[in-house]
Structure formats: structure tokens, C-alpha cells
């Protein structure tokens, strides 16, 4: 059993429902395993272990005859090719929410890529921050110090935005780590994502790690991979933020009851409860949650069009949370209201692009790049002339961002920076407008 051991490496330790458990045994058969087979690709089997429930991968060739024949009928029974690589969207992906299935493909990507003003270096861009991404994990799923929760979630939504899932050949083994590290992070809490619970900053770790386990599941529920504890982690963290709305329709610190609407918390609520839309779980309250939320928002606007912090007084100028404002709108079909149609206009009017100056606010920009694309015509064209080309520029050679000259927003942290200008560079195909 040790000499098979050694060849083991551990996933993720959830419960789940009993299922077929067969013995494994290694290429000569003095080995033996009892456990389930769970998923398989590139060579190599995940299953899981009677004794413990512990998911292990193995490699194929350490397997018997018997072994690979097992995993072989499985394979045929079972969904084809994983995420980045597969070749039937009408097939595979076909019910993955439209608005996130062009990311899936390569060619896809690449046609989004190129009609939307990106160019062939956004998408090497990409793969080699993906690559350092892989390169840095930790051995329990998670990256970072400080807030792991917040840059866990951020990793695997940049993974996610290039249709990487737990089938995907490349990063499959990188992905399922992240989620488990999340789904455990929530089971230890009861549902609640964040590293430390007494902190003020909790909320953002929450919802940037539910919008992240929600897109998960997304994907793994449509592909046929079963993740333990996901579903239920993702049900009570979009319930969370649901129930944690304050009386004037927003959210803040620590989801108090406090009637103070912070445009920077709501921003990440309302993503990660469009993502639990994208679901298809049932929430309670989500349709009354989300009317009152973009009523809060359009209370934080400027007459000038800029959306303030806790109310409408614009902070600089003006762009960052008004970025994020407008993408709330978009996100959930309310583009044509006048909130976001104004917002996009102070973007448009004021934003500025030097990783070198104090106008790199990245979180700003992570905002901008999708608003804008959504909003489309001159304004995305003018938007992506000021930030493609710099960003691209500024990439290290191994695959990470150095920190802008504005470390403001937490950009003090390469991890944090190179997850935010990945995603940016993945707004050419991460979503349909």
C-alpha cells in the first residue's frame, strides 16, 4: 500500500455519496487500492479513496492491465475533452451560459479576440501568466499571503476566463486545487469565505470567492464533473450576500446591517451573484436583491454621470467606481439605463493609462475593460488603443506584472496585479456583451 501511496497525489477531502468502489492494484499487483473511480485525462485517473475519501490522481502506466481497461469503458461512457481544448461547442459547452461560451474554443477565443481589437500577443499574454499562475500555487490550492481567500478566487476566475475547468489537460490538476482549497475554506466557516472573519475586508474575499466557486460550478455541473461540497458551498455564499443587503439596498463591511452603500463592496456582490444566476441553483430573494442593489448604485451617481463610494461624491476622477457601476448595470441587462450610459461617458472623458504614473488604479481598469467592451463604438475603441498595448508592454518575462507606480486598491501584491491584468486581457472573449 506505501510504495502505491507514493505515486498518489492529494485533491481534496470532502464527503460524498457512496458510489462503485473496486479494487486498484499497481502494474505488477502487489499493490492494492479500494476506491471510486472519479474522473480520468491525459494519462493520468482520479479516484477516491474508501478509507478516507481522499481524491488522489494516479498515473496510468503504474496501473494494472484490468486498470486501464476499467478507465478506458469510463472515458467512453463519460464526457469528452475538457475546457480550452475541446472541438465541439455545440456539443460539449452547448449548455454553458451563451454569454460564457465563446471563451472556450481557441477559435472562438481568437475570432472574439480579433473583432473585438485584441491582437495574437493578449492571448501569449494569457497563457504565460496562466503558466506563472500554475508555477506559484500553493500545495493546498491556494496563492498568496494575506488575503488567500480573495487572490484563490481571482486565480481561478482568470483560469475560468480561458475556459480552464478541472477536465482541462493543461491546468485541470492547478484548477480542481483551487476549487477545493474554496469549497474547504467554506466548509470550515460554515459558508463564509474569508481568512479572517473579524476583519472589515472579509466581505470582498467572499464575494470575489463565491463569484469565482460559482463560475466553477457553472462549468463543471455542464461538463459532467462531480466536485464535492461545491454546489452547497456556492448555494450558501450566494445566500450570504443575499441576506446580508442592508435596509437601503446595499452592502458594506462585514455585511452589517449599516445603511451604507459602498459602490466597491457592492461591485463584487453584484458579479458574484450574476454568477450564481449563471447556476441555475435557486436563491432566495435574488430578483428583489438585485432591484434594490442597482437602486443603491444609481443613489451613489454624480450628476456629472461619476458614482461615488457611500454616496454621490466622486472620489478623483471619478472613473474607478463608476467603471464599476456601470458594469453592475450591464451585467444584469440594464446597459440602456442612464446610470451606466453616463458612467461610460465620464470613463471615456477622464480615464488614463500609465503603469509607470499614478494612473494605473488596475481595479479601475479591471472594471473599465469590461464596461467599456460592453458599451462598444468609439468608446471601447478609444478605451482599448489606451490600455492593450501597455499592458502587454508591461508583462515580465516570466509570466507576472510588476507592480504599477499606483499601488493603490491593494496593488502592492504581484499576485493581485497579475490576476487583474489577466482578466483584463481576457475581456476579449471572457464574456458576450
Known amino acids: 500500500m506505501k510504495a502505491l501511496l507514493v505515486i498518489l497525489l492529494p485533491l481534496l477531502v470532502v464527503p460524498l455519496v457512496q458510489a462503485e468502489m473496486r479494487e486498484w492494484k499497481t502494474a505488477d499487483e502487489s499493490k492494492t487500492l479500494v476506491a471510486e473511480y472519479v474522473s480520468s485525462r491525459a494519462g493520468k485517473v482520479t479516484i477516491r479513496r474508501k478509507l478516507d475519501r481522499r481524491l488522489f490522481t494516479l498515473s496510468l502506466d503504474k496501473l494494472s492491465e484490468q486498470d486501464r481497461e476499467y478507465v478506458k469503458q469510463r472515458e467512453e461512457e463519460g464526457p469528452g475533452d475538457g475546457s480550452g481544448e475541446a472541438k465541439d461547442a455545440e456539443g460539449e459547452f452547448a449548455n454553458i451560459p451563451a454569454a460564457m461560451r465563446k471563451r472556450c474554443l481557441p477559435e472562438d477565443r481568437m475570432q472574439r479576440l480579433k473583432e473585438n481589437g485584441g491582437i495574437e500577443g493578449c492571448?501569449?499574454?494569457?497563457?504565460?501568466?496562466?503558466?506563472?499562475?500554475?508555477?506559484?500555487?500553493?500545495?493546498?490550492?491556494?496563492?498568496?499571503?494575506?488575503?488567500?481567500?480573495?487572490?484563490?478566487?481571482?486565480?481561478?476566475?482568470?483560469?475560468?476566463?480561458?475556459?480552464?475547468?478541472?477536465?482541462?489537460?493543461?491546468?485541470?490538476?492547478?484548477?480542481?486545487?483551487?476549487?477545493?482549497?474554496?469549497v474547504n475554506k467554506s466548509a470550515q466557516n460554515k459558508g463564509r469565505l474569508g481568512g479572517d472573519l473579524q476583519s472589515n475586508q472579509w466581505v470582498y474575499e467572499h464575494a470575489i470567492a463565491t463569484y469565482a466557486i460559482a463560475e466553477a460550478y457553472t462549468f463543471c455541473s455542464q461538463l459532467g464533473t462531480n466536485v464535492p461540497g461545491l454546489q452547497e458551498a456556492v448555494q450558501l455564499g450566494g445566500q450570504a450576500i443575499i441576506d446580508g443587503q442592508n435596509a437601503a439596498g446595499g452592502w458594506?463591511?462585514?455585511?452589517?446591517?449599516?445603511?451604507?452603500?459602498?459602490?466597491?463592496?457592492?461591485?463584487?456582490?453584484?458579479?458574484a451573484l450574476k454568477a450564481c444566476k449563471h447556476t441555475g441553483i435557486e436563491f432566495r430573494n435574488m430578483a428583489e436583491c438585485v432591484r434594490d442593489g442597482l437602486n443603491a448604485f444609481a443613489g451613489n451617481q454624480h450628476p456629472s454621470g461619476a458614482i461615488g463610494y457611500t454616496g454621490p461624491q466622486p472620489r478623483g476622477d471619478g472613473t474607478t467606481l463608476s467603471a464599476a457601476g456601470a458594469l453592475c448595470f450591464q451585467l444584469w441587462g440594464r446597459e440602456a439605463h442612464s446610470v451606466p450610459r453616463k458612467a461610460c461617458a465620464v470613463i471615456n472623458r477622464n480615464i488614463k493609462f500609465n503603469w509607470k504614473g499614478k494612473d494605473t488604479d488596475l481595479y479601475g481598469h479591471y472594471y473599465a475593460s469590461q464596461a467599456m467592451i460592453n458599451y462598444g463604438g468609439k468608446f471601447w475603441q478609444e478605451y482599448n488603443e489606451l490600455f492593450r498595448n501597455p499592458i502587454l508592454k508591461a508583462q515580465n518575462g516570466d509570466g507576472s506584472w510588476p507592480l504599477p507606480a499606483n499601488t493603490g486598491h491593494g496593488m502592492g501584491n504581484v499576485h493581485y496585479v497579475t490576476c487583474l491584468a489577466t482578466l483584463m486581457l481576457e475581456v476579449y472573449y471572457r464574456f458576450v456583451p
Open 252 to 271: 458594506t463591511y462585514r455585511f452589517s446591517s449599516e445603511r451604507r452603500n459602498d459602490s466597491s463592496v457592492m461591485s463584487w456582490c453584484f458579479q
Open 123 to 182: 492571448e501569449r499574454a494569457v497563457v504565460r501568466a496562466l503558466n506563472w499562475l500554475q508555477r506559484t500555487q500553493a500545495r493546498d490550492g491556494s496563492w498568496g499571503g494575506g488575503y488567500k481567500v480573495a487572490y484563490t478566487g481571482l486565480a481561478l476566475l482568470a483560469y475560468l476566463g480561458h475556459c480552464e475547468t478541472p477536465q482541462s489537460a493543461r491546468y485541470g490538476e492547478t484548477v480542481t486545487k483551487a476549487i477545493a482549497y474554496l
